[in-house]
């Protein structure tokens, strides 16, 4: 049983940072992360593939958040910088087992899913 964990989720003004880690049991993955806000559906917002050398992002977010991986530890971080009120969701991990170049983007593409963390942005 594949385990994510995504501690770093919080409460910040509008215009704050906050930095989310996601960590992978066991080998390594295609990464990416999702949100999901009240009353909305589940949403893409960044992926890392297998690989490690290509990101993508949500036009909402690109610019303003960033995609990493170290692979030595099977962790992926979201830098979110210059949040916005409407940034506000819980965040959701997920990885997929496929080896591959591309970032997988829909989220029918993952294997895995963690429990997710709250993200609040104040105005």
């Known amino acids: 049983q594949v385990q994510l964990v995504e501690p770093g989720g919080g409460l910040v003004q509008a215009g704050g940072s906050l930095r989310l880690s996601c960590a992978a049991s066991g080998r390594r993955y295609g990464m990416g992360w999702f949100r999901q806000a009240p009353g909305k559906e589940r949403e893409f917002v960044a992926a890392?593939?297998?690989?490690?050398?290509?990101?993508d992002y949500a036009d909402s977010v690109k610019g303003r958040f960033t995609i990493s991986r170290d692979n030595a530890n099977n962790t992926v971080y979201l830098q979110m910088d210059s949040l916005k009120p409407e940034d506000t969701a819980v965040y959701y991990c997920?990885?997929?087992?496929?080896?591959?170049?591309?970032?997988?983007?829909?989220?029918?593409?993952?294997?895995?899913w963690g429990q997710g963390t709250q993200v609040t942005v104040s105005s």
């Open positions: 997920a990885a997929t087992y496929k080896i591959s170049t591309r970032p997988k983007l829909a989220s029918g593409e993952y294997d895995y």
């Open positions: 890392v593939s297998w690989s490690g050398g290509v990101t």
